[in-house]
């Protein structure tokens, strides 16, 4: 079992920035892919952004530009770097980790950005 807890979520002003983190319980060497997923309220979780074990990333459309994922396997971390964040980018923020046939989630990390 592998434990992932975000955290650095908050409340931000339109245009403002804020940098996600999320802690792994074990080495996050091992992992195929992860990444970072989103719910607003009323709406689907969806991609924001992730990370292979190779280090490719892949951005959805709307944050392209503005957000930037990032790892330190030392540190088991996985980071999110938002940028020029919209009122429209205001959801909670979950934090995933692939490792074989097997997906883990974070709980989740509230980011609001007011207008």
């Known amino acids: 079992q592998v434990q992932l807890v975000e955290s650095g979520g908050g409340l931000v002003q339109a245009g403002g920035s804020l940098r996600l983190s999320c802690a792994a319980s074990?080495?996050?060497?091992?992992?195929?892919?992860m990444g970072w997923y989103r719910q607003a309220p009323g709406k689907q979780r969806e991609l924001v952004a992730t990370?292979?074990?190779?280090?490719?990333?892949n951005y959805a459309d709307s944050v392209k530009g503005r957000f930037t994922i990032s790892r330190d396997n030392a540190r088991k971390t996985l980071y999110l770097q938002m940028n020029s964040l919209e009122p429209e980018d205001t959801a909670v923020y979950y934090c995933?980790?692939?490792?074989?046939?097997?997906?883990?989630w974070g709980q989740g990390t509230q980011v609001t950005v007011s207008s």
């Open positions: 990370t292979t074990s190779g280090s490719r990333t």
């Open positions: 074990r080495s996050i060497l091992s992992f195929n892919a």
């Open positions: 995933t980790a692939v490792d074989g046939l097997i997906r883990y």
